[in-house]
Structure formats: structure tokens, C-alpha cells
């Protein structure tokens, strides 16, 4: 699952914001990128993927009320709660088609950012731990793997930012609409039936990795070079491997 799409582009580093020396990039794109790579190292390992967003329009392109809460894209009084709706629904898409897929593991590629904390740097996995989803350990073992080979990964590449571990998603520090509900990430979490929202749950062990601060300038300049992404796209592949040895799909 690359993250973000086109009207909600994750973090985005600007050259009226940073230095020349950092580079202006929006983070769908970057995440776009590195699924591409990821699919194809998988696919060329006998692994089969999919994608839940392949271009840029949005994997809701229609603007369907997919959820069942009424709301979509094209309501609200105002632009934030119009993208609010918009998100709602292109999650609950994106968990449909892994859902559809009977996929055995759902991968959510991103990439951090904080306005106010330029100095903010490292990677972190993120999971809904049990007994909120049943098959919350697996999603756990499944952070563990992936971790493990980034951090060997970029250890050994010299890194210097934060190894900021594998965390539940009850430890997230964001503005709680853009990321999940009332305690849980949306792509990762339970079922939600409340009277204002709704939400299907995916059916399978899944992961939302972080590696870097868009918003850090080292962070965004080591992001940027193409060998740095595929040797984090190459730990990644290597800890799905690790999972994969001991709960076969």
C-alpha cells in the first residue's frame, strides 16, 4: 500500500520552507516509488502483490461513499472536512482490495514528518497490537522482522538518526483524523460503527512503516538517493522473507 494520494500527499517538503540543499518532494510520490521497487523484488522472489494504488489518482476515484457513513469527498462545509471524508473512504478502499486479494500480510509504505521539529529524525514500524485485532502478534512478529533488517541495514550504511523501534499504534502522536480513530490506525485497526463513522477492517497481519523525516534535511537528502531507497526496500523484502519462514502463506 503506498501511502497518500492525490489530494492527501502525506508530508510535503517545500523549497519555501527548507534550505536549497534539501530536496522539494511530496511524500506519496517517494511512497509510490519504493512500492513499485518493493513489487517487483517480491514478484521476482515468487511472491504475489498487490497494489492497492498504482498511479496518482486516488484508489476511491470516483468519490464513492465505500464506507456507508453517508459522507464523501464532495460533502462538508468546508475543504479539511471534505479531505476527511475523501480519506475515510479511500482507506476503506484500499482495505477492500486487500481484503478481496485474501492477502496473507497488508505493508503500508510511508514516510514521517513534523512541521516545528526540524531536528526529528529515525524510523519506526507501526501495528495494532492484540487483543484489539485477533491476529494482532502476527502483525507484531511481522514489525519485529521488518525492524530487525532495517536497522542491520542502516546501521551498517552509516545512518545516524533514531532507531525508534516498533511501536503500537496507541503510541502515535498525530492529529488523530489524518491517522486513525479514536486509538487505532484506520488501515490497521478494528471495525468502527459509530453513528457519524464506519470502517470494515482488513483481514490479515499488517504493518505502517516510517523511515525518516521528510522534514529533517539529513533525513530527506539520505531518502533521496535512489541506492539508499533500494537498500531500505531491500530490508524491507528480506523481513516479509524472515515472516514468511515461520507463518507460511
Known sequence: DPGHGPWHYGYQRTWDEMTPRGPARKESEWDRGRAYMLEAEREAQ???VVMTRTGGNAV?????????????????????TRKQNGDWDDIQARIDICNAAHADI???????????????RGYEIYYTAAPYRP?????????????????????NAGYTGTARGVRDDTELEAEKYEYGSADH?????????????????????GIIIEPMFLSNEEDANFIANPDNQKLLVDAYAAGILDYFATNPG
Open 46 to 48: 515468487g511472491i504475489t
Open 60 to 80: 476511491n476515484v470516483y468519490g464513492d461513499d465505500v464506507n456507508g457513513d453517508g459522507k464523501t469527498i464532495f460533502d462538508g462545509a468546508d475543504d479539511k
Open 106 to 120: 497488508l505493508v503500508s509504505l510511508h514516510i514521517n514528518g513534523t512541521d516545528g521539529l526540524p531536528d526529528a
Open 135 to 155: 491476529f494482532g502478534d502476527l502483525s507484531h512478529q511481522l514489525a519485529d522482522d521488518v525492524y530487525r533488517r532495517m536497522y542491520t541495514s542502516l546501521t
Open 185 to 205: 490506525l484506520l488501515l490497521t485497526g478494528p471495525a468502527i460503527d459509530n453513528p457519524d463513522r464506519k470502517l470494515r477492517p482488513s483481514e490479515m497481519p
